[in-house]
């Protein structure tokens, strides 16, 4: 997952039990599913995706070299040059200004110092394949090389022009301690931590898929806290982006699935990017498409579902379906 690098594949298997603090959803949440899942030709982790006329700018960590990017269509990934200008980065996130100006924002590493820190750099050009002088982002976001479940930060504007930066920390190392921080600014350059944590018990790889507001929506992994052991998708909801609910999991088992990114193509849905892999060390790697599609229950199960009354007899119900149950007459 992006909070790892590329060193990390070994730690993700040693993480195991059940997910701490999770709850079940409500009775009446909304459902999510994930179609039409595709393999793509990219391998890395941390994938990040962005957009464009041209396409899906798709960076992601793969190898010693940092951050690699490819062109993604439907006809397939094409790589295209990137240029950090000052060393390797890695978890790449991209945010729009308010001014229409882009910022990237990233783990900055010091092989020499034996660190790593959450740093940003203006994007010279407007698909962000080359960046600028970079800055720390400072309030503390960095920490040793030797600290895996760390980093992966995602930045997103809110509604207010400020951005904020979500990110995953682990203050006390342990089984599924991870937890989820964040950081707020007024310019996107100089950050404050925020206090308290925006989720805990594991969960990592946060992408903000939705911040209207009121109306907050989040996909994320977990670090493979689950009885079978391997790291799953989830989402959880949010009415102002610090109170996040309980997350649903999106995947089951099988082969893992972490790092997700992605954007809106429709109303309640998404088309979203993820690393997947199998569960043993070094077996991470390939990058795979699909579409996340959420809705109510009472919605999913029929596109032309809506609120009508049936009739039997004496006895009149309103429900909302297609039509009415057999037996019944619909009241117009």
């Keep these: 997952m992006r909070s790892r690098t590329l060193a990390r594949t070994s730690v993700l298997v040693a993480s195991t039990g059940l997910l701490l603090g999770a709850v079940a959803a409500p009775a009446n949440a909304a459902t999510w599913k ?11 982790v941390s994938p990040h995706v962005e957009k464009t006329a041209r396409g899906d700018l798709v960076f992601r960590s793969d ?15 094409t790589p295209v040059t990137f240029n950090a200008n000052g060393g390797p980065v890695t978890d790449v996130t991209i945010a729009t200004l308010p001014n229409g100006s882009k910022r990237a924002y990233f783990v900055d590493i010091n092989p020499s110092a034996g660190t790593k820190q959450v740093s940003s750099a203006p994007c010279l050009d407007a698909d962000c394949l080359s960046l600028g002088a970079r800055t720390p982002i400072g309030g503390g976001a960095s920490t040793s090389l030797a600290a895996k479940a760390w980093g992966v930060p995602d930045a997103v504007v809110l509604p207010d022009g400020r951005v904020r930066i ?40 946060t992408e903000i898929l939705r911040t209207t507001s009121g109306s907050w929506l989040m996909i994320l992994a977990d670090i493979g806290c689950t009885s079978d052991r391997n790291q799953k998708l989830f989402v959880s909801e949010s009415a102002d982006g610090l109170t996040w609910s309980a997350p649903q999991a999106l995947t089951g088992a099988g082969n893992s699935k972490l790092d997700p990114t992605g954007y809106e193509i429709g109303p309640n849905q ?24 959420i809705g109510t229950p009472a919605t999913t199960t029929s596109s032309t579902a809506k609120t009508i009354t049936c009739k039997k007899g004496k006895k009149v119900k309103t429900i909302v379906a297609a039509k009415c149950p057999a037996g019944t007459k619909q009241v117009r």
């Excluded at 393999?39 to 890395?44: A, E, H, L, N, R």
């Excluded at 203050?171 to 301690?177: I, M």
């Excluded at 690393?275 to 599609?293: D, I, M, Q």
């Design 34 to 44: 994930i179609d039409n899942p595709t393999t793509t030709s990219m391998t890395g």
């Design 63 to 77: 190898g010693p070299s940092g951050t690699t990017v490819a062109l993604c269509t439907d006809a397939g990934c």
């Design 166 to 205: 979500y990110m995953v920390e682990s203050p006390v190392e342990g089984r599924c301690t991870e937890k989820i921080a964040s950081y707020i600014s007024n310019d996107g350059i100089t950050f404050t931590k925020e206090p308290g944590w925006r989720l805990e018990n594991g969960y990592v790889d």
């Design 270 to 293: 998404f088309r979203i990017y993820y690393a997947t892999g199998g569960n043993s060390p070094g077996s991470f790697g390939n990058v795979e498409r699909a579409t996340l599609t």
